[in-house]
């Protein structure tokens, strides 16, 4: 991340999502939350949230960085 620190959003998006696929598959859920949310994948947050059985975390979440109409979509689907 170090290394493109200063460029444009559309560069440092895939290694942002890169690190937080990896801080989730190592369990570290706080950390690959930030990253996944820098990175705009808040339902992929979300998704871990939801693997790890964390649903308040989960809906905490995507209520907080979706509007309303697509994260009850996400929501009824998850259910």
Same mark, same amino acid.
């Given at each position: 991340?170090?290394? =493109? ?5 559309? =560069? ?12 989730? %598959? ?6 690959? %939350?930030?990253?996944? =949310? ?8 979300? %998704?871990?949230? =939801? ?26 689907? %998850?259910?």
């Amino acid at each position: 991340m170090q290394l =493109v620190q200063n460029k444009p959003a559309d =560069v440092v998006r895939p290694y942002q999502i890169r690190i937080a696929r990896h801080y989730a %598959e190592i369990r570290k859920l706080e950390q690959a %939350e930030k990253f996944f =949310v820098k990175a705009g994948e808040y339902v992929e947050a979300f %998704e871990m949230y =939801v693997r790890a059985n964390k649903w308040e975390k989960a809906n905490q979440l995507i209520i907080h960085y979706l509007p309303e109409s697509q994260y009850r979509t996400i929501q009824v689907q %998850e259910a």
